[in-house]
């Protein structure tokens, strides 16, 4: 045994044995309490312990967006968000999103028939949400930017969806 190695055994019972204060945070206008390592990401917190699947796990490092959701607004990928990080912060999922109507991008989804098999879905659709309110009148390139991968392809109808919901927002004055 190297000397190193007692060293980090009574580092880790130090750890061990202080309690670590829950961090509290907002999800869906609603306070929660996470007690546990505050290195785990966000998407499991939000899958496992509060249930709320419509995050979905794609591919584990940030890359393809099917995680995305709100911190105070802004789109991130919850994949590779650790607790610790989103302390004291309010996050939104696609089960937050409106709970009294659709938004109006979820609306022209629909109207659009964007979705195909639907696993990216909520990730595109807060990605347009931030988006949209980042950029009331974005460009072809302010969508493709995104940068949320469809496995399915219909990007067409998520631009087109993007933009209808745009005009929309626009139309309403939000």
Aim: hydrophobic share 35%; net charge neutral; proline share 6%.
């Amino acid at each position: 045994m190297s000397q190193s190695e007692p060293a980090a055994e009574a580092s880790a019972k130090r750890s061990a044995a202080q309690p670590r204060a829950p961090l509290a945070l907002t999800v869906n206008d609603k306070p929660y309490y996470h007690e546990g390592d505050p290195q785990m990401p966000l998407l499991w917190f939000l899958r496992d312990t509060l249930r709320l699947t419509g995050t979905k796990f794609g591919c584990g490092v940030g890359a393809c967006g099917a995680c995305t959701v709100l911190l105070d607004g802004k789109a991130v990928r919850s994949c590779t968000m650790p607790m610790a990080a989103v302390a004291e912060h309010r996050i939104t999922t696609i089960e937050g999103l409106e709970t009294d109507a659709l938004h109006p991008v979820q609306q022209a989804w629909i109207e659009e028939d964007v979705a195909q098999c639907g696993y990216c879905q909520a990730g595109q659709i807060l990605a347009a949400v931030d988006l949209l309110k980042r950029k009331p009148k974005p460009s072809e390139d302010d969508i493709s930017a995104i940068g949320n991968l469809c496995r399915c392809g219909t990007y067409p109808r998520i631009r087109k969806a993007i933009l209808r919901a745009a005009e929309s927002i626009q139309g309403q004055g939000k």
